[in-house]
C-alpha cells in the first residue's frame, strides 16, 4: 500500500494543496494514494482553518489524529499551555471554524495502530504533546512501542531515530533522501510540517511510505508562501506567522 503521510499542515491550504499534487506526481500510476495518515495538528498559525480540514477529509483511506493545536482550537486545553502568539491565533481559530469542523476534529482519535505501524502526533507514549528530539526520549518511547514503527508529527522536523535491540537510539538527522529509507524494525519516522516546517527549509515536508516494499521517501515541495502570508495578514494574525514561514522556523 502507498500511503502519504503528512503531519503539521496548520491551516495552511497553499502548501497542503502543493504536497497533495507534489505526491499524486510520485506515484507509480500518477494516480491517487490508496491511504492517506495525517497526524494531526490541521489548524493553528494558518489562515486557513475551515478549508483545510474540509480538504483533509475528502483524501482518500484517512486516518486523521488530532494535534495539541487542534485541541486548542476546540478548546480542550488551556491556551495558557501555548506561548502568546499561539494562543492568539488559537483563540482565532475557535472563533473561525465551522461547527461542522469543529465537530470532525472533536471526533478524531490521538492514536491509532495500523497492522506494524504507531501513529501519534507527539509520541507514543504521550499521543498529544511529548516532542520526541533527542536519543533519551526516543529510547523511553521505544520501550513504550508495541509495534515495529512509530509515525509522529508535532515538532516539524523531519527526523527518524532508530533502534537496534537493546541498545540506544541512534538519531538521523533531518535528512532528505535522494533515495528512499528502508525501513528496519524499531524505527520512529516524522515526515516533517506540511504547513510550517522548522528546520530552516521553507519547502512543505512529507513523506510516502510503502509498506509492502518497506520504503519511506521524504519529499520537499516548494509553494506560494507569499500568497500564505498575505492571507495571514489579512486575517490580523501575527506578522511574525507570517515571516517564520519563508525563513522556515
Ligand atoms: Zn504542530
Not at 501555548?82 to 471526533?107: C, G, M, P, Q
Not at 526516543?138 to 537493546?166: K, M, Q, W
Not at 501575527?238 to 514561514?245: H, I, K, S
Amino acid at each position: 500500500m502507498q500511503v502519504l503521510v503528512i503531519s503539521d499542515i496548520h491551516a495552511n491550504l497553499t502548501a497542503l494543496e502543493a504536497v497533495l499534487e507534489d505526491a499524486r506526481r510520485h506515484l507509480p500510476q500518477a494516480s491517487s494514494f490508496e491511504s492517506v495518515w495525517c497526524l494531526g495538528d490541521l489548524v493553528g498559525y494558518g489562515p486557513d482553518p475551515n478549508a483545510c480540514v474540509q480538504r483533509v477529509r475528502e483524501l482518500p483511506g484517512l486516518v486523521c489524529l488530532i494535534g495539541n493545536h487542534d485541541q486548542a482550537a476546540l478548546g480542550q486545553i488551556p491556551l495558557a499551555r501555548f506561548n502568546r502568539e499561539a494562543r492568539l491565533v488559537a483563540e482565532w481559530t475557535r472563533h473561525e471554524l465551522k461547527k461542522i469542523h469543529r465537530d470532525y476534529l472533536a471526533s478524531l482519535p490521538s492514536q491509532a495502530v495500523i497492522d506494524s505501524f504507531t501513529l501519534a502526533h507527539g509520541s507514543p507514549r504521550q499521543p498529544v504533546w511529548e516532542y520526541i528530539l533527542d536519543n533519551y526520549t526516543a529510547d523511553i518511547n521505544f520501550d513504550a512501542l508495541t509495534t515495529d514503527y512509530c509515525l509522529i508529527g508535532h515538532s516539524h522536523l523531519p527526523l527518524v531515530f532508530e533502534r537496534n535491540g537493546d541498545g540506544p537510539s541512534i538519531l538521523h538527522l533531518l535528512l532528505t533522501w535522494e533515495e528512499p529509507l528502508e525501513l528496519r524494525p524499531k524505527m520512529i519516522l516524522n515526515p516533517g510540517s506540511v504547513g510550517q516546517p522548522r528546520d530552516m527549509d521553507p519547502r512543505a515536508s512529507y513523506a510516502i511510505l510503502d509498506t509492502e516494499a518497506g520504503l519511506w521517501q521524504l519529499h520537499r515541495v516548494a509553494y506560494d508562501i507569499l500568497a500564505v502570508q498575505a492571507r495571514i495578514l489579512k486575517a490580523g494574525l501575527p506578522e511574525r506567522q507570517a515571516t517564520r514561514l519563508l525563513a522556515g522556523w
